[in-house]
């Protein structure tokens, strides 16, 4: 998923961020087009720790039912069916319901939301083959403006999106599982693929309307006929061309969010007609926004738009005729909001003003989620401190404002990822392996992959990226997901295997001299003020010199831009990057590593991905938890052996927020956080 601008920022200088990954492939990134990779631009503001006990606020200094919350960055759109970035997920999940939603924290487990149950085999919901998904839709719920949901409102919002389509929307996550169109090389599939498999008229809307008319209804009835109303039965249908395992999990998030059919005819969308469909084709949320569809809502959610002020603020508003009366989740919320007006401010986009406001009490909450660069300016006014299912106890000074809630487990996590075909000599001396350089293929040998990653020191990457607080991942998914296991074969420090590893390399040099008797040298760049970019660097200098002098690695500093530019020709001989999950399921983590995103930058050749491959497909079409579990494990087996990248370390995230907040969880694929649940005390 795409993250804020701010966030983006941020986090690619202290967290490594997500959207320091993405262009237009699976999964993209942070703000603005989804085409374009976002990076640093520089070192953000950060606080100094305070050196004289501040004035602290002790209770809200404003109306208790309003929450301030600084973000880092407008949404692209409030379009349902294309924003795909943190800031609008957050707003959206405000606004919005979808039919299932996450359990409280629990990012792999829902709770019926707009549908009266979670479809199951048990409950008939799921049929036997997997295939098919029936949800029974909830009665008597009404939108914001008062329209009354049908289940041909829930179809409607489907198929838009589907047909909306758009290389940079959420949409290829349910392409595949519905309309069975085989994953691109990208990983990134869309609507115009059923019309031109070449996918020549993706993101192209004047040549998509262009094309055969009758293979431009026929895209519209695949879609149509996989997503059927039954207003009688009060249901709605899902037939997947494929099992997947991940189906609920795929509708649970923002783009699930269920809209009002009449309402987005009636403000330039779609209007349901299959004759019409490729007029409202999508590439752009700009063309969105100036429609009053992608600037406005028309919800079910607990929350309604207010205001958006480009640039300065949102404001929401409660909804009082918000249909839930009995919680969620036990303790959960119910009825109308307890917080009347959330303001989500722009004004301070800066991480220092954010924490300053934080300080102040101008604001109620920042986030989510604070860099562990900014820990130490905050923590002298933590007057409480909870773990992670938020047991809180009472920090030295008791009577400090904030509250810390520490050891949050991250959905996103950094990792090194090798070129396996390098373009150009700019990062690679020679461009020979002589000593004064490597070759284009250097890390197509598994012996040499092997030595960088006994070569790493991960207890050095967590002490001087992380501030100690993290975990080294042992399996591609994280901790937790299906198939992850803390018993599985795992790279360690360990300088005697790398040099075993080396010398077992099959890289000769002209002179038939084997590669642990040359040597190589190769530069490793990072974008300035990255810090964890360069302590990877760093570490891998240090630690292949110790075992061998002849193996030279340098560190060199280049501006975010160039190092994109790098990193997106294939000049890079390896780097530094952090993928945000956008369901908690092991797929949105194995796709992008060996057949998707990464892999097309890493050049990973078929003998590597290959045999991995097998193992993805057949756990993503398989719906039963354990035998998807069994299938990870050969996967993991695989994964270690190949070894195609170098996994570093999940991050544990903190939350700060004043102490007057109650009501806060933490769900780790949450965009921003779910204000219904909160309160002010």
């Known amino acids: 998923m795409r993250t804020s601008k701010g966030l983006a920022l941020l986090l690619c200088i202290s967290v490594l961020l997500l959207a320091c990954n993405l262009s237009s492939a699976i999964s993209p990134a942070a703000t603005g087009s989804a085409a374009t990779p976002t990076g640093p631009a520089g070192t953000p503001t950060r606080l100094a720790a305070p050196t004289a006990a501040p004035t602290l606020p002790s209770t809200p200094s404003a109306d208790p039912t309003t929450l301030t919350y600084d973000a880092s960055g407008d949404p692209d759109t409030l379009d349902t069916a294309f924003d795909y970035e943190t800031t609008g997920g957050g707003i959206l999940q405000n ?61 409607f919002t489907f198929q838009r999106g589907l047909l909306q389509g758009g290389l940079k929307s959420p949409q290829w996550l349910l392409f595949q599982p519905i309309l069975g169109v085989a994953a691109s090389p990208s990983g990134h599939n869309d609507i115009t693929d059923l019309v031109d498999p070449s996918g020549q008229l993706a993101d192209n809307p004047a040549t998509l309307l262009k094309a055969d008319p009758a293979k431009l209804a026929a895209a519209c009835q695949a879609v149509t006929s996989a997503i059927v109303a039954d207003n009688g039965a009060n249901t709605v249908t899902f037939h997947l061309a494929q099992p997947w395992g991940p189906f609920l999990a795929t509708l649970a998030n923002a783009w699930g969010s269920v809209v009002d059919k009449k309402w987005i005819g009636a403000n330039g969308g779609w209007d349901g007609d299959c004759k019409t469909w490729p007029s409202f084709y999508q590439s752009s949320a700009d063309n969105l926004n100036q429609l009053h569809l992608g600037q406005q809502e028309n919800g079910t959610g607990p929350y309604l738009l207010d205001h958006w002020t480009p640039g300065q603020e949102i404001v929401l508003k409660a909804f009082p005729g918000y249909w839930r009366t009995q919680p969620a989740w036990p303790g959960g919320p ?59 106890t009472a920090a030295a000074s008791a009577s400090n404002p904030l ?11 950094s990792d090194i990822f090798f070129n396996y075909n390098i373009s150009g ?71 005697q295997k790398c040099e075993l590893a080396f010398q077992g390399a099959t ?28 302590a990877v660097a760093e570490i891998l200098a240090a630690d292949l010199k110790a075992v061998n002098p002849k193996f030279v690695v340098l560190a060199a500093s280049v501006s975010s831009a160039n190092w994109f530019a790098a990193r997106n020709g294939g000049s890079l001989p390896l780097f530094a990057d952090l993928w945000q999950e956008d369901i908690h399921d092991p797929h949105d983590w194995l796709v992008p590593y060996v057949t998707g995103f990464y892999a097309q930058l890493q050049s990973m050749p078929r003998d590597v991905s290959g045999p991995l491959a097998g193992f993805i497909n057949q756990g993503v079409q398989e719906t039963d938890p354990e035998k998807r579990a069994a299938i990870y494990q050969q996967f993991n087996q695989a994964f270690y052996a190949a070894a195609p990248d170098i996994l570093l370390t999940v991050q544990n995230n903190r939350q700060y927020e004043q102490r007057w907040v109650q009501g806060y969880y933490y769900n780790p694929i949450y965009s921003g956080f779910y204000f219904y649940a909160l309160w002010k005390n």
């Open 425 to 495: 000599t700019t990062y690679t001396g020679s461009g020979l392996l002589d000593g004064a350089g490597i070759p284009p293929n250097f890390f197509t040998d598994v012996h040499v992959r092997q030595g960088f990653s006994y070569c790493f020191d991960w207890d050095a990457y967590l002490k001087q990226a992380q501030n100690g607080e993290g975990k080294q991942s042992f399996d591609l998914m994280l901790p937790g997901e299906i198939g992850a296991n803390d018993q599985d074969p795992h790279y360690t420090h360990d300088p």
């Open 334 to 392: 119910s009825g109308a909001p307890r917080l009347k007006t959330i303001v989500i401010s722009f004004g301070s986009s800066q991480i220092g003003e954010q924490l300053a406001d934080l300080r102040s009490g101008a604001a109620d909450l920042i986030g989510p989620g604070t860099p562990p660069a900014d820990w130490p300016s905050l923590d002298p006014i933590v007057g409480e401190t909870c773990a992670e299912v938020s047991l809180c």
């Open 507 to 534: 890289l000769k040099s002209a002179s038939g001299q084997s590669l642990w008797n040359t040597g190589f040298k190769l530069t490793i760049p990072y974008d300035t003020g990255n810090t964890q970019r360069q």
């Open 403 to 413: 509250r810390v809630y520490k050891n949050l487990p991250a959905a996103s996590r």
């Open 95 to 155: 606004l919005y319901d979808t039919l299932v939603f996450y359990n409280k924290d629990k990012a792999d487990r829902f709770v019926p939301q707009l549908a009266t149950s979670v479809p199951s085999q048990a409950n008939g919901g799921i049929s036997a083959d997997g295939k098919t998904y029936t949800f029974q839709i909830r009665t008597g719920v009404k939108f914001h403006n008062g329209d009354t949901l049908t289940p041909a409102d829930v179809a």
